[in-house]
């Protein structure tokens, strides 16, 4: 309580509000086990559903456990604290799709890049972007300080971007994130020239990467998010306070950026964020038939309902048949990739880019990204 009393007197909240719902994006790192382990040892319990970030899946876990012993145990350690504490082990950076789903209206205290502009965006639930901290204080206490994106009139857009790019699959989605959140750092960006209602991948890359290069907890898309049928109504009657045009060109720009390697890669990642439920019908559909090739390594990241989800639709085993490996509960950034820090990678997502293990990467599209690693 008095974090989050603090950060209400640091933003000049009025009050306490309660919420119902929220998520840690825990990381398994010193800091989290440091907060978590007070938490647990005070004997504190989450009072409101508390969801979890990836941590460590427990079998590949336990490959790596004797190899680097001590993030290996800073991470169990912070696993078990979470258990103790009640909070819900969905170990999945993508809850908001199916352990823990906001409504429309809801106050909540989500941590994590694609979930704060998810929920709020997306959703139409109100969440400030919070650290793990103050995300499993709000868990504990069912408590929030009442400031930022809780407030209606902070939800306002103030930059309006103008897409003349042709959007067609995750990864453009992804750039486009990247780019803008890079240009404008903060601030509630207003996207214009999006045609269609995106899709749930692609509404999560696009808020993953502005929520990572930028601090942005919300976007509109007129006539398609819930909170701005027009434009006029997603800037509350305001004028942009700025006005960016992204085409084709920012987009190939903000890739040639983001690569740092030339030539062929002998890891690929894949699932940062967590791939969903379409991404992994559509993986398995391009991988039908292919083998990864020989000194090759192929990782798909995913949450565990997620994974339920693709063995009972057969895509798990169409994945694995291929020889890519598919794996839950884990993420890029923990430790037990470290073994791959030599080599040369390629991922569709910038965001798994920035945190690589590995060494020289290349970004691409799922395809370009099956076709760098499988024949
Ligand atoms: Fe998720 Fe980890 Fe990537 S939390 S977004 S898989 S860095």
Redesign the pocket.
Known sequence: MELLVAIGEAFDAPRMIPVNRAHA?SSGQEGDLYFVEILAKGNASCKVTTTT??IADFEYFQQYVTKEPDEASVAWRTKNYYKQIGAVMSLS?IPYLAENIPEYGEHVAFS???ATPYVNSVIGALTNRESIQTALAAGVLGETPEYGMHLKENRKGTALVRVEAELSDGFSYSLLGQYVGKKIASGIPVFTGIPKRPRIDQYINLC?MLNVTGAIAMFHIPGITVEAKTEEEAFGGDKPKETITVTERELRQTQDELQTATGPVSVVIL????YNLDQMADLAKLVKGKKVRGGMTFWV?TSATTKLMADRAGHTKTIQDSGAQVIVDT???MFCWNNLRDRTGMTD?P??AY?RRFGPVKVGTMEECVAAAME
């Open positions: 994006a970030n990836p950076c994590e890049s694609s993953a699932g940062c964020p967590h990241n993420c890029i950034d997502s965001k798994c945190y």
